[in-house]
């Protein structure tokens, strides 16, 4: 494996080489992906990083990504996935990446639902208490009349406490979220979008060469 991009000279590649072979055995056994998979997602990583002339990605580059690959535009959630990934707010280890891409990219929903919130409680809390998802729920209601819209503010986080708080104690917890959105999986992100849809996961899989994710039609003749 000695040219892995010919867009990167001689040098350059076998650096790659040298700092991610471990990491490419590491990942291609214990996620979702091939080897040629991880090998063009820490391609892409390396190359983020020697813009930086780092080692690691900046949180700047991957804010840029979530805007305009994932289609995720909430700063919050955007800031909370972040924390959920990687060790400080200031940059974006190799590992954190490839846990970034094995979670928008599995199929399996209980790993999307502890995922979802964690995000969701990143916050400081355990549960979703009333002020917690108060606040998360007053970007879905804008308008010029401030009753109206703490009025619909209001009845919204009535009818979510009233579909998830099961047990009626006051907040809403991983168990009782987990079953509702096992019953009902559109219910995944109901305090805002966290995954990317799937036309941005096919435009994020062909960027990548993420073989396994492209879509169907891409391998008809």
């Keep these: 494996m000695n040219r892995i991009d010919l867009t990167l000279d001689d040098m350059a590649n076998n650096k790659f080489l040298t700092m991610y072979s471990t990491l490419i055995k590491r990942f291609a056994a214990s996620t979702e992906f ?45 800031d909370r996935i972040s924390m959920n990934i990687t060790q400080d707010s200031r940059s974006v280890s190799p590992e954190a990446w490839m846990r970034l891409f094995c979670v928008f990219f599995t199929g399996n929903l209980q790993e999307r639902i502890k995922f979802a919130f964690e995000v969701y409680t990143s916050g400081g809390t355990v549960v979703l208490n009333r002020e917690v998802v108060g606040v998360a729920i007053e970007k879905f209601f804008t308008g010029d009349d401030e009753d109206e819209v703490n009025e619909l503010r209001a009845d919204m986080c009535e009818f979510i406490f009233g579909k998830f708080d099961t047990d009626k104690d006051g907040v809403i917890a991983f168990e009782e979220y987990a079953e509702i959105v096992q019953n009902q999986p559109r219910l995944l992100e109901f305090l805002g979008k966290i995954f990317p849809d799937d036309k941005d996961i096919s435009l994020v899989a062909y960027c990548h060469n993420i073989e396994s994710m492209f879509p169907p039609e891409a391998f008809i003749k």
Excluded: C, P
Aim: aromatic fraction near 16%; charged fraction near 10%.
């Design 34 to 78: 091939s080897t040629s998979e991880v090998v063009s997602l820490l391609i892409v990583f390396y190359k983020y990083a020697l813009n930086n002339r780092s080692r690691m990605m900046s949180t700047s580059q991957l804010y840029n990504l979530f805007l305009v690959s994932f289609g995720i535009f909430d700063v919050t959630i955007i």
